[in-house]
């Protein structure tokens, strides 16, 4: 990190995937090389700023694994103008870049439990980190059962939808994918998140739910986890929040004395009863 | 040591500045119209000397309402901190306490804000007692003494038709002392500090989210954002990208809490969409939310918001109400 922390470093596009091409939902997964050989160290949960110098700058999560950051993936939803000019870059481009920012998924607190993995649409990149890291062969025994719901509108609208298969290889992990609406030739589920959830099994006694998606589905998940008995300090998600520096200075992302910036993204749910109802 | 404070006249005074003016940028009370703000000044007869407090703070001075921060080009994307030597001249109790929590939430919070703190670190401040308080003025309620400060290098006090010169820093000694030779003959005692503190706020977040009613505290606020631009303490910001040639410059902006859009998400959702509920963020970070992250409240008492409104608010009365109703 250099002294200054509104200065960003370039980097390069060495990969761009489309994830999803849905007029309302348009995802492009970008790789990204630090110039001179550099690498960015980050954790799960944490965030980036990138820029479209001459257009502006907008936080993203990190969505790749951090023990492999040889190269950083982001996913990108196009929205407004920040994210239409990160669209419109192609492979070999530079984007500015600057981060890590924000506090982290508590990755050794999560050992030795059960994870149940819940993610709505786009919601699956800033969990694909965590989930990546678990994942990794010197880690995995270190965690239990790994349970992940993964909702999506429509069968188009699932990202990273080629790591599934991959990761159902994997011991004690257990992938339900479920869409809104029935459509032909669908054999995974159909349904909210919040209704399947009451059909999974899991160990209360040690298992974490983390969950990322749009604030209706988080609001619904959680409500049904806590039914089921869950507490509320083993349910994690993380804040989305309007930003400017991401570092704590500039006061956009404000919610009573936490700055979602520094002292998010990450909240369990118990942290987020405790403030006020600002996001 | 002799008993007799460090006394200048105006005369003597102005040539310290003039001197100062050489190799520094001075900064001063100075008048562009009607009113009286600090101004960049190369001339001390543009100096406003007198007991009017400038109409907006001095924070511009070292968190430019406007500055460029980055410089994007082929080569990557650079940033010239600054590196002018400025004096801030003028600056009253309440402005010293102000610039002092700025520093503080600026540069010892988790990330050092490099172009506030080159600009403080680079500064000679020079301070002036108030004669007296001022209409709207509330510092005698705040943690601000209007005839004491040490929160600056020299601080100086009008004294019929001189300037008692207090040294407070190094830093303001060494620069007092090119001055007045034998400096050290002279009496340096600084005045007791007599903050009285009384209009602070001990409430609960959660309290005055549900017990207050800013609905109606807030009826005739126009969301204009004029008492953020002339607070002292506040320092919400936005980046603002401009494309020229074959640069791009990314520029510092000041922005505030009190517009609409401050907090609006690309998505269309608006937690604080209500003028009650971006009211409330302006009080309760400064009463609240501030003094539990510093342990102090970001409100002077300057009273500038409070004569600058355009629709009569008073954070002074509205904290008063909040008092009356939580404690
Ligand atoms: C911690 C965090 C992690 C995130 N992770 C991801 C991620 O992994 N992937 C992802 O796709 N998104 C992510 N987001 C959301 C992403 O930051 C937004 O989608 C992005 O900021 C949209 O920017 P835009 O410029 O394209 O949209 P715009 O709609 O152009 O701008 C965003 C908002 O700013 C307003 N606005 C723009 N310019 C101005 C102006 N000059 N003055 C006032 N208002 C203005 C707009 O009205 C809009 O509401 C994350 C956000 C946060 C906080
Ligand atoms: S309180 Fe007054 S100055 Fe501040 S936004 Fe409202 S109308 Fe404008
Ligand atoms: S809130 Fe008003 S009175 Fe308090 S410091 Fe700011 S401008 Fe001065
Ligand atoms: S984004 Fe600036 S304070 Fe959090």
Redesign the pocket.
Known sequence: MNMNPYLPLKAEIVDIVQETTDSELD?KTYALKLGGGAKMEFMPGQ?VELSAPG??E????F?SNPLRNDTIE???????????AIHSLEIGDSIFIRGPF?NTFPVKGLEGSDILFIAGG?GL??LRPLITYIFEEENRAKYGKIQMLIAARTPTDFIFFRDYAEWRKIKDVEITLTIDNEVPNWAERVGFPHNLVTEMSFDLEKTYAVLCGPPIMIKAVSQKLMEMGMPQDRILT??????TCGVGNCGK?NIGHQY??VD??VFSLAELEGMPDEY | MSEAAIKLTKGELEKMLAALMRDRTVFAPGSTGAKLEYLPVDDVSDIVFGDELPYKSPKDVFFPRCEKIVTFSENGAEAELPETQTVLFGARPCDLEALDMLKTILTQGKFKDPFFAARYENALIIGLACAEKKPGCFCDQRETDLDYSEKCDLFLRADGDKFEVLYVSDKGKKALGAHIPGLEQFKNTPREFRPAETLSLDAAEDDLFTKIDWEEITETCQSCGICTYVCPTCHCF?F?DVEEDDKAYRYRNWDSCM?P?FT?????HNPRAAKRERYRQRVAHKYVYIKENFGMTACTGCGRCIRSCPAGMSIKTVVEGIREELQ
């Open positions: 995802v965030f257009v502006g907008a936080p993203f999560g969505a982001i996913s990108i939803k196009r929205t407004g103008m920040v994210t239409d924000g786009l990149a800033p993380t804040l989305e929040m309007r930003m992302c979602v910036c998010g993204p | 936005m603002k517009f859009k609006l998400h690309a998505s269309g």
